[in-house]
């Protein structure tokens, strides 16, 4: 009965990035709420899902394959698309530009 | 089996978070708004097909939820590509 808390944490937390995703009046902190949540809402499901499962050895390598690829290339692709954005000339709705002070 | 209900609802959850972040991608106002919607339906599909895998025990659906990710990076990296060098020439 123990994976029942990855396995809610990892739903919340997907329902909660997406309402930010929805909410949020930026394309970076859409970008945040996105990238964040859901690196960090599948990683709790795939746990979930390799305490829940009961098959061969290899699978649950599988799935732990799968959480190590997630956690690596989810922050790099949204490192990215930030970056790039960035770059189009759409500027984030803040006071203080910080990445402009050095990117001149 | 309560099992099955906890994945069959977690399917059912990740469908609706998909749909929330589809908004994001019809109604987006520039093209990063867009990307980032997909990039977060692609990211929920992987799940969907990943408890599909584990309740059905067809183990194979595994490695197509490990190629979609990765299918996922290259299209991500090459639509950021895409954005900056748009940036350069406007």
Redesign the interface.
């Given at each position: 009965m123990l994976e029942?808390i990855p396995?809610l944490f990892?739903?919340s937390i997907?329902?909660f990035?997406?309402?930010g995703?929805?909410r949020f009046p930026d394309?970076y902190t859409?970008?945040h709420a996105?990238?964040k949540c859901?690196t960090g809402?599948?990683m709790g499901?795939?746990f979930g899902?390799m305490m829940?499962?009961d098959?061969?050895f290899v699978?649950k390598v599988?799935?732990l394959?799968?959480l190590v690829?997630?956690a690596l290339?989810?922050p790099?692709?949204?490192h990215?698309?930030a970056?790039?954005?960035y770059?189009?000339?759409?500027k984030p709705e803040v006071k203080v530009d910080m990445y402009a002070w050095d990117n001149p | 089996m309560a099992k099955e209900d906890l994945l069959v609802a977690g399917i059912g959850m990740l469908l609706f978070t998909a749909l929330m972040a589809m908004y994001r991608v019809i109604a987006g106002p520039t093209l990063a708004d867009r990307i980032v919607g997909l990039n977060t339906v692609t990211t929920k599909v992987v799940g969907i097909i990943a408890i599909l895998a584990v309740l059905w025990r067809e183990w194979y659906l595994i490695d197509a939820a490990i190629v979609l990710l990765m299918v996922n990076s290259v299209s991500g990296l090459i639509l950021a590509k895409y954005m900056e060098r748009r940036g350069r020439n406007a």
């Open positions: 029942i396995l990892g739903y997907m329902f990035g997406s309402l995703v929805i394309v859409r970008l996105a990238t859901d809402g599948i499901i795939v899902l829940i499962m098959g061969p699978v599988k799935l394959f799968l690829l997630i290339i989810n790099m692709v949204s990215a698309i970056r790039g954005a770059k189009m000339g759409i | -």
